[in-house]
């Protein structure tokens, strides 16, 4: 089936270092693939998406790449802050299940002052 | 516009009760995901519903857990007998229609005794 392999945390950088989230795919065709952010205490919130090949999904200075090449769609920020401190979900929509979310175990990131 | 709402918040049982979870999606959403949350754990999709019929309930534990959709009202999972594992976030998202951007409630915390 479908799945998501997402980079492990916890990741701890200083403010305004840059942020690198890897994440991996695999998957029936060709799914829409998002990111989601939760910070503490709170529900996902949609960062970013993409829905074809090749499309740069960007929001809040995040951005990430849909690579159908190398089914990966890893986040990207140039300056992280310390109110970025959140885990981070990559996911895939499975399409071969009508539209329902596949998650990463999502990746926490701490930014210190 | 109102976002999706989901109540209780909180909510804590001891073993063998039952948990009524529920979900108002957004106005003019048709199409509600259930997902549940272990601790330090990524989500996990349960169930896909659409008013009044099941479209997917590949992630629901065969026994004991059910979900509706009614014609009027919100969704409702249902968690019968609680046993202690069952102690999560259970979060709630709708959509406008299948692969269609999903929004996020800020979820259920339950609590078993």
């Known amino acids: 089936g479908d799945s998501v392999t997402q980079m492990e945390g916890p990741v701890t950088l200083s403010e305004e270092a840059f942020l690198t989230i890897n994440c991996t795919y695999t998957?029936?065709?060709?799914?829409?693939l998002f990111w989601y952010v939760q910070y503490p205490g709170e529900g996902l919130q949609l960062l970013l998406k993409a829905t074809k090949a090749d499309d740069k999904g960007s929001n809040k200075g995040f951005e990430a790449t849909y690579r159908k090449e190398t089914t990966s769609f890893h986040l990207e920020k140039g300056s992280v802050q310390v109110s970025d401190s959140a885990v981070y979900f990559c996911a895939p929509g499975d399409r071969g299940s009508q539209g329902n979310l596949i998650f990463g175990k999502g990746t926490k990131l701490s930014v210190k002052p | 516009n109102a976002g999706v709402m989901q109540n209780p918040r909180h909510l804590v049982r001891r073993r063998g009760q039952e948990a009524r979870l529920r979900c108002s999606p957004m106005?003019?959403?048709?199409?509600v995901y259930w997902y549940r949350q272990l601790p330090e754990e990524g989500l996990k999709f349960m169930v896909y519903?659409?008013?009044?019929?099941?479209?997917?309930e590949s992630g629901m534990p065969k026994e004991r857990f059910s979900a509706e959709f009614p014609k009027e009202g919100p969704s409702i999972l249902r968690i019968q007998q609680v046993v202690r594992g069952d102690s999560a976030a259970y979060f709630c998202a709708s959509s406008l229609g299948t692969n269609n951007e999903q929004f996020f409630g800020p979820g259920t915390r339950l609590t078993v005794l």
């Open positions: 106005k003019g959403h048709s199409h």
């Open positions: 998957a029936t065709g060709y799914p829409s």
């Open positions: 519903l659409q008013k009044e019929n099941i479209i997917d």
